[in-house]
């Protein structure tokens, strides 16, 4: 018989990329609720330890955390398992040191280095516009903000950026063939080209057909699309490979030139 929501998380239950080793403890952090799913998020615990390495134990982390040191999207953040998700800022004032949590090329998290300039904004996807009540027309977006009199040219799919001091919307970007995106989920997650076509299917799911710098095309739902640029300029800095998913003899013949230029000691 459930007693009651689920507190724990094994190791091996853990999403794959999160990247945590198999025998180094039985359990991981399980994430707290908040805006970002438990399988679409990393918990500060990780970002701080595994991916920063501020801290050498989960103990370490809270008593970081504990210290006010750290904020998400500009509010200070003292649990170590919140969710950060994807296009979320990390600030650390102490060090001056910024981050945005973005995907590579093969769908793992990136704790991304961005100035201070870029820290100041973020990106969300519209997934919802309704009216609510007095006749008050809203938007929710993957983050779980609710945004009351949006632009009346935003609508679902569509970008906005997002003021992180004030909550207010400073700019959009249309789902439009031409723009630049980024897959968000499916085979294709971390992937960033251009829309080249929208295939509607009624009663079933819209796919979205896209093209990357190197010319190599793939096709995703929808849902898995963020646009993230107006034509082919990107709102946001990349991470390392620019979002172009390369061949397994890709990488081996990217590997084996680093390796030869290497000076023998």
């Known amino acids: ?111 991304h280095r961005i100035g201070r300039d870029e820290a100041a904004y973020k990106l969300c996807k519209v997934r919802k516009l309704e009216t609510g ?9 993957h983050d779980g903000r609710t945004i009351r009199y949006p632009d009346p040219d935003v609508k679902i799919h569509d970008t906005i950026m997002l003021n992180l001091e004030s909550g207010k919307i400073t700019d959009f970007v249309k789902f439009d063939v031409g723009n630049m995106v980024m897959a968000i989920g499916g085979h294709n997650n971390g992937r960033v080209g251009t829309i080249v076509h929208r295939e509607k299917h009624k009663g079933s799911f819209e796919i979205v057909h896209i093209e990357d710098a190197a010319g190599a095309r793939f096709a995703t739902r929808i849902t898995n699309v963020f646009v993230i640029g107006k034509g082919k300029v990107p709102l946001i800095s990349l991470p390392k490979g620019k979002g172009i998913k390369l061949t397994i003899l890709q990488e081996q013949a990217k590997c084996y030139a680093k390796e030869s230029t290497k000076q023998p000691p």
Request: charged content about 30%.
């Open 133 to 141: 009540k007095g006749g008050v027309p809203y938007i929710v977006t």
């Open 1 to 111: 018989m459930v007693r009651g929501p689920k507190k724990h998380l094994k190791r091996l239950n853990a999403p794959s990329h999160w990247m945590l080793d198999k025998l180094s403890g039985i359990f991981a952090p399980k994430p707290s609720q908040g805006p970002h799913k438990t399988r679409e998020c990393l918990p500060l615990l990780l970002i701080l330890r595994n991916r920063l390495k501020y801290a050498l134990t989960g103990k370490e982390v809270q008593q970081i955390l504990m210290q006010r040191h750290i904020k998400v999207d500009g509010k200070v953040k003292t649990d170590h398992t919140y969710p950060a998700g994807f296009m979320d800022v990390i600030d650390i004032d102490k060090t001056d040191e910024h981050f945005r949590l973005v995907y590579d090329a093969k769908g793992r998290f990136v704790v």
